[in-house]
């Protein structure tokens, strides 16, 4: 059994950038606002697969937080943040202050995400994808990766660094990866701990609908979203938020072929986002009706 070996925690900017100077590349980057689970595990793993050095960031971002959000209550959860990172063996753990994020206080600068910043969670929390594309490009400009690995449970979110990176012509990868699922389809997320025992049972609702979704996509785009409708629907205590079929890369849902449903909803007072994959085929695709 090899040792498991503690990763090299900084603070700062001038720690960071020494380590960034010393290490080999190429250089893996995991943004994470800890809290950490199987599904940032999964990320870890497949960087740790690509790169020579994999640093793991880890800052609850009070700028992606809208007022009546959970910023002050989201788990902070460091000590055991830093044994998961040794088990899945990263290099540097950056886990700044806000203060050393943000030494002038609330940036002045901020990404604009555009179009797609604004509808799904952009419509639902205004500002949000500001405040996330800004962050990371912080965090990118610290942490020089050549790679960097976004989990798919956050679509929008991947669909947008995409965006950013290819805008703002920054060298870097982007990769996402599929989202981690608990046994019975509950997606990870460090939100779930704020889940009571029967509200984790609602909350299954969403991986239901998902898959109501999916097997509703011979009828279309209208058919995925109504069966995903009917399962939230059903499930008290839920409070659903949208329920969507985009195209793969986030526009209007196509007549046929590969397609995205996209879902948000309050379970208590715990906000939850999921989605999955659709294949639609449209009804307009079936042989023309001919008999009476
Ligand atoms: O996905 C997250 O945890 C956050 O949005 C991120 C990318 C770390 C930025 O704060």
Request: glycine share 14%; net charge negative; hydrophobic share 25%.
């Given at each position: 059994m090899s040792a498991v070996r503690v990763p090299i925690v900084v603070h700062d900017r001038e720690a960071l950038a020494r380590e960034r100077e010393r290490a080999d590349g190429p250089v893996a980057v995991v943004m994470t606002m800890g809290a950490l689970h199987e599904g940032h595990a999964a990320l870890l793993r497949q960087a740790r697969a690509r790169a020579a050095t994999v640093i793991t960031t880890i800052f609850v971002n009070?700028?992606?937080?809208?007022?009546?959000?959970?910023f002050d209550r989201y788990p902070r959860t460091l000590a055991t943040d830093l044994e998961l990172c040794a088990r899945e063996d990263v290099d540097v753990v950056f886990a700044p202050s806000a203060a050393v994020m943000y030494p002038d206080g609330q940036p002045r600068t901020r990404v604009n995400p555009g179009p797609?910043?604004?509808?799904l969670e952009g419509a639902s929390r205004p500002g949000f994808f500001h405040g996330v594309l800004t962050v990371v490009l912080k965090l990118i400009n610290l942490t020089r990766p050549d790679v960097v690995f976004f989990g798919e449970k956050d679509y929008q979110q991947v669909a947008l660094v995409r965006q950013m990176v290819r805008d703002l012509d920054l060298d870097i990868e982007v990769v996402g990866v599929p989202t981690v699922r608990e046994p019975d389809g509950l997606a990870l997320s460090s939100?779930?701990?704020?889940?009571?025992g029967p509200e984790r049972t609602t909350a299954l609702a969403l991986a239901a609908a998902l898959r109501a979704g999916a097997a509703a996509g011979e009828g279309g785009a209208a058919a995925v979203e109504a069966a995903a409708n009917a399962v939230l629907g059903d499930a008290s205590g839920l409070q659903l938020d949208y329920a969507v079929v985009t195209a793969p890369d986030l526009g209007p849902a196509p007549e046929s072929g590969e397609a995205r449903l996209i879902l948000a909803a309050k379970v208590g007072t715990t906000r939850l986002i999921d989605n999955g994959p659709v294949r639609l085929a449209s009804r307009?695709?079936?042989?023309p009706f001919t008999g009476a």
């Open positions: 009070p700028l992606q937080f809208g007022p009546n959000e959970d797609l910043g604004e509808i939100r779930n701990r704020y889940l009571s307009t695709g079936l042989p």
